[in-house]
């Protein structure tokens, strides 16, 4: 994952086992923060969320990473459950996509979000979302998205939201691979192999579709792999990977073009 926040740029690498930073105007580097166990083996660090003057860390050593942002130093560790993934802060509290995905081989997925509370930095809560969960996004009104990626056999991924009680639903007809909100709309990619992958716009004030088809202009996104938004401008950037050759990313303006 990479992260600007202030004037800095963090930059997590999963299997090296570390976290980079950067001075964000200059790109050169400041400090490489340790991501290791004791036993000097790497955490695998995952995904990174800021937020007063902290950046946190997910890795897969069931952990989260708190690192101050002044001294860039670690100063705080909380376990949460299996191979978590995607992390995101809202309503005081962080929310941490726990997959299991280091167990697939067994197909014994976790099925949690983790809720941290930001003051004292422990596990106040676990809410049961699905098989596989993936990535977390809120939108302004303090509801979670969440995406589960099933066992890639029988269970299908899903796409559910956590209100600010921890209630949990499912939005159905809505195929995600990967996701992002901004400004309180849901850019889904889905990408089924051999197909052209699609983008979905889904406003999560209304919690509905209002555009099948983001893409207005025929161009074809072959093997979608990641999907991120501007705030600012409204474009919406989708990378593309088969796994063996180059990808390619693609910059579409605010109308889809």
């Keep these: 994952d990479i992260l600007k926040y202030g004037s800095k740029i963090y930059v997590v690498v999963n299997v090296s086992g570390s976290v980079e930073v950067l001075d964000a105007k200059t790109g050169r580097s400041i400090e490489s923060i340790d991501m290791k166990t004791s036993a000097g083996v790497s955490k695998q660090p995952r995904y990174a969320a800021a937020y007063g003057g902290k950046v946190y860390v997910t890795s897969f050593d069931d952990t989260v990473t708190r690192i101050d942002t002044v001294t860039l130093a670690i100063d705080g560790s909380v376990k949460v459950g299996r191979d978590p993934e995607g992390?995101?802060?809202?309503?005081?509290?962080?929310?941490?996509?726990?997959?299991?995905?280091?167990?697939?081989?067994?197909?014994?997925?976790?099925?949690?979000?983790?809720?941290?509370?930001?003051?004292n930095f422990t596990v106040e809560k676990t809410v049961e979302v699905g098989t596989n969960p993936y990535q977390v996004f809120a939108d302004s009104e303090g509801d979670v998205y969440v995406t589960t990626r099933g066992n890639y056999a029988d269970i299908a991924p899903a796409f559910k939201k956590i209100d600010?009680?921890?209630?949990?639903?499912?939005?159905?007809?809505?195929?995600?691979?990967?996701?992002?909100?901004?400004?309180?709309?849901?850019?889904?990619?889905?990408?089924?192999?051999?197909?052209?992958?699609?983008?979905?716009?889904?406003?999560?004030?209304?919690?509905?579709?209002?555009?099948?088809?983001?893409?207005?202009?025929?161009?074809?996104?072959?093997?979608?792999?990641?999907?991120?938004?501007?705030?600012?401008?409204?474009?919406?950037?989708?990378?593309?990977?088969?796994?063996?050759?180059?990808?390619?990313?693609?910059?579409?303006?605010?109308?889809?073009?």
């Excluded at 997959?99 to 697939?104: I, K, N, R, T």
């Design 87 to 119: 992390i995101c802060i809202k309503n005081n509290k962080i929310y941490v996509a726990n997959s299991g995905g280091l167990d697939y081989a067994t197909g014994n997925y976790d099925t949690t979000v983790s809720i941290i509370n930001l003051q």
């Design 164 to 257: 600010t009680n921890y209630k949990v639903t499912t939005i159905n007809n809505v195929q995600v691979s990967e996701f992002t909100i901004v400004n309180d709309k849901a850019y889904i990619l889905y990408n089924e192999w051999g197909n052209p992958s699609t983008i979905k716009v889904f406003e999560c004030n209304t919690e509905k579709v209002t555009a099948e088809n983001f893409v207005t202009d025929g161009t074809s996104i072959p093997n979608g792999y990641k999907i991120s938004a501007d705030a600012y401008s409204g474009e919406v950037y989708v990378t593309t990977s088969d796994y063996s050759n180059f990808g390619n990313v693609f910059c579409f303006d605010k109308d889809g073009k």
